[in-house]
């Protein structure tokens, strides 16, 4: 499975962004989804994840109300719509495919290249 994120840019605080995963393959509906967030010198920290028929949505709570995860299965395609965008928000963004706890990352077998989201005050 190879995973292409895309949507990153540049946003003024209070602004929106979104993100977009397309999967090859076609086991995409046998995985959890979850986006991951890395900011620099800071560690890899879980964002949001999404059960495997879209019916359960994870967030953390910095982003809880703000961000929407969502999946297409039909299109093997993830998204991350995000509102109300913070400085703190600033990160590269990582999608994911994996099974287990969705907050762990180390369930997750398969990795996005990453899109940089950056937010100026």
């Known amino acids: 499975v190879q995973l292409q994120a895309s949507g990153g840019g540049l946003v003024q605080a209070g602004g929106s962004l979104r993100l977009s995963c397309a999967a090859s393959?076609?086991?995409?509906?046998?995985?959890?989804v979850g986006w991951f967030r890395q900011a620099p010198g800071k560690e890899r920290e879980f964002v949001a994840a999404?059960?495997?028929?879209?019916?359960?949505?994870y967030y953390a709570d910095s982003v809880k109300g703000r961000f929407t995860i969502s999946r297409d299965n039909a299109k093997n395609t993830m998204y991350l719509q995000m509102s109300s965008l913070k400085p703190e928000d600033t990160a590269a963004y990582y999608c994911?495919?994996?099974?287990?706890?969705?907050?762990?990352?180390?369930?997750?077998?398969?990795w996005g290249q990453g899109t940089l989201v950056t937010v100026s005050s």
């Open positions: 994911a495919l994996g099974t287990g706890q969705y907050h762990d990352p180390t369930v997750y077998a398969y």
């Open positions: 393959g076609r086991t995409f509906s046998s995985y959890i």
């Open positions: 999404i059960s495997r028929s879209g019916g359960s949505t």
